[in-house]
């Protein structure tokens, strides 16, 4: 009887012992009185006020549980019906057995366990931001100077963004355990009711900018375990994919056939590409997902560079679309002040006077889904010269008219004359406003992409200078007028797709975009560099 009730008090000390050393490890434990403050408002737990540190931990670690470590407990049936389907599971059975038997079966397939869990909020920068946006991100580091080397992919920027994490909060006399609005300084209320709503969450009702910031920091965990489990299973099903595709299949396979595969996988195909070339890129392609290649210890940079990450996992599985962003936010990073500036004023966004040219840049950024509103000065721009001349014969103006028959007569004087013109008649209004974009109209509809083919080379550059783009030395006619096509494209479409998919649009303007994208990652990025490090330090330790 001794033993049974000394070893009954070991069990008991033991069983303390634990508890206390689980408490004293929680990450909570280290948090700044705030920060348990913010914990308990975002979770809609009353503390009494004033309070102290010791009674606003033991709030926090009485709720933990029902909020971070097991939430779905408080789920009703149909929620933990749809769960167990999104994981694949029969419900219809487990319906019919009761709420307690659904909470069991979600335990069995949750996302994380309860060390996973809590381990994760010892290190909030390790994950809250891979749920945001390339844009997001761009605006981030561009906001607290964030140096990102060119061109700023999307790995690059989640590593430097967590590097400089602590940093920014420290130099804003902030918290970052918990972090505080200070974080979500640079999206805007539109930003992160559309993170909700990508997410799948309600926006709280009535809402304020504080309360959409509480929703959205409250779900960020779970936001980004099911963007894990998402991009885990699109890398399995690629996997699953090329798994099949042998290299017999590949070579019996005609030049439609592979065209076809590479469409449908997000694969880009050069103009031009031959059958041979076509067999290659498939296999290159295999290589990189089935991690068969000399780059195999950066393949989770590649996947996280490469996959439709953040709101493409969720909005699109189109990795073309990706490629395309990519592309979008490569290209303006050459432009001037005055092109940022335009591109804004076509698209009806103020400016503040004194906006530098990162801010200006973080703007665009932000309105990169827009397309150009109507007609503007800027849409004179790339019209050809007989367009160009054409209006001004058009506008009834003699002094105009006398400038469309000067032969020798500039593109720079005829956009001028041409923008100056367009915003008399807008001005004016009535008739000569309804020509001048009557004749916008016709012109751009006949023109389209082809409005370069006629521009001399000494005009393709003055273009692309207009945009602060650098001409590669010894670049052909047609390879600047692809580039002016391109720039043209971004500044008048941004990334919306009005008709066919961003990428479609553009072809050939932005057909580098994939291979950029991957090229960057496989040469070794920093972040490549990164996660090959990890792995070689892992390998040792199992040594």
């Known amino acids: 009887m001794r033993i049974a009730k000394a070893l009954l008090s070991l069990a008991l000390v033991a069983d303390a012992a634990i508890a206390s050393s689980w408490f004293s490890n929680a990450a909570y434990n280290k948090w700044h009185e705030t920060e348990l403050e913010r914990w308990l408002s975002d979770h809609d737990v009353p503390y009494p006020t004033p309070s102290d540190r010791k009674q606003l931990e033991t709030l926090v670690q009485k709720n933990w549980d029902s909020y971070v470590v097991t939430p779905y407990n408080d789920w009703d049936a149909d929620k933990l019906n749809s769960y167990l389907k999104q994981k694949g599971v029969q419900t219809k059975d487990s319906a019919q057995s009761g709420r307690d038997y659904l909470v069991s079966q979600v335990k069995n397939y949750w996302y994380e366990t309860e060390d996973k869990a809590q381990s994760a909020w010892t290190s909030v920068r390790d994950w809250i931001l891979d749920t945001w946006t390339d844009s997001q991100l761009k605006a981030f580091c561009d906001h607290h100077g964030i140096p990102v080397p060119q061109p700023r992919t999307r790995d690059t920027l989640l590593q430097k963004a967590r590097s400089a994490y602590d940093t920014v909060a420290e130099k804003a006399g902030e918290t970052a355990g918990y972090p505080g609005n200070w974080l979500y300084e640079t999206w805007t209320e539109s930003d992160l009711k559309e993170w909700l709503d990508t997410h799948g969450i309600p926006a709280p009702q009535p809402t304020t900018r504080d309360k959409l910031i509480a929703t959205v920091r409250r779900n960020s965990r779970l936001a980004y375990l099911r963007l894990q489990e998402q991009q885990a299973s699109a890398k399995k099903s690629a996997q699953e994919t090329y798994a099949a595709l042998t290299d017999k299949i590949i070579d019996a396979w005609s030049e439609s056939q592979l065209k076809d595969f590479c469409d449908k996988n997000g694969i880009n195909v050069p103009q031009g590409t031959k059958l041979n070339q076509l067999r290659a890129l498939v296999r290159k392609n295999r290589a990189e997902i089935m991690g068969d290649t000399v780059s195999a210890s950066a393949a989770s940079a590649y996947g996280a560079a490469t996959s439709n990450v953040a709101e493409n996992v969720v909005k699109a599985t189109d990795a073309a679309s990706q490629a395309a962003q990519a592309a979008f936010d490569h290209g303006i990073n050459y432009w001037s002040e005055t092109r940022l500036k335009a591109y804004l004023d076509a698209r009806g966004v103020p400016v503040p006077q004194g906006t530098k040219a990162n801010e200006l840049r973080a703007l665009v950024r932000k309105h990169a889904h827009k397309a150009a509103s109507g007609w503007t000065a800027w849409t004179w721009d790339d019209l050809t010269l007989e367009n160009l001349k054409g209006y001004l014969a058009s506008t009834g103006d ?145 040594l």
């Open 398 to 542: 003699a002094t105009a008219k006398k400038l469309s028959q000067k032969k020798d007569a500039t593109r720079d004087e005829l956009v001028e004359a041409a923008k100056s013109a367009y915003a008399s008649a807008s001005s004016a209004g009535g008739s000569g406003f309804a020509s001048a974009t009557s004749y916008l109209s016709h012109a751009t509809d006949t023109a389209k992409s082809v409005s370069f083919d006629a521009w001399s080379e000494s005009e393709l550059k003055s273009y692309l200078d207009s945009y602060g783009v650098p001409v590669p030395q010894g670049s052909t006619i047609n390879e600047l007028r692809a580039l002016a096509r391109r720039q043209w494209t971004y500044f008048k479409y941004g990334t919306s797709s009005p008709s066919e998919t961003f990428f479609a649009k553009i072809k050939e303007n932005v057909l580098s975009g994939w291979d950029w994208i991957t090229g960057q990652v496989m040469s070794g990025s920093d972040v490549a560099k990164d996660e090959a490090r990890k792995a070689r330090d892992k390998a040792h330790k199992e």
